[in-house]
C-alpha cells in the first residue's frame, strides 16, 4: 500500500476532524433533549414512591414534591452519560484505523537492530566480567590474606 502524501494526509485530518465536530454537536443536542425527557419519566415514579398523601392539599407537600424534582434533576445532571460496550469497541476500531503500521520492511529492518544491539551488549559485559571484573576481585582478595 502506498503512502499517503502530506496534502492527503492534511485533507483526512480535516475531514475526522469534521465528523468529530458533528458528532459533539449531535451528542450536545441529545443531552439537551435527554433532561427534559428524564423529568417527564421520574414524575410519575416519585408519585408512586413518595408517602401517602394526608389529601389536605398543604403547600407543604407541594414544596416538597418539588425541591425532591430540583434533586433529582440535579443527580442526573451530575451523573455522566455511561457508554455502552459496543460504542467502546467501535472507538477502538476508529482508533485503530488512525494507526500509522509500520512496513514489513520497517519491521524486520529494526529487528535485526534490536538483536544486533542485544549481542553487542550482551559479549560487551561478558568480556567486562571475566577479563576485567574477576581478576580484579581475586586480585582484591589475595591482599587481604
Known sequence: MAKKSKTQRAKASAARA???????????EAKKAEP???AETEA????????ADKGDGSASDGKQSMSQGKSAEKKAAKKPAKKSRLSFLKDVRLEMKRVTWPTKQDVLRWSVVVVAALLFFGVYVAVLDNVVITPLLVAISGLGA
Open 18 to 28: 469534521a465528523r468529530k465536530e458533528q458528532r459533539a454537536a449531535l451528542e450536545a
Open 44 to 51: 410519575p415514579k416519585r408519585k408512586l414512591f413518595a408517602k
Open 36 to 38: 427534559a425527557a428524564a
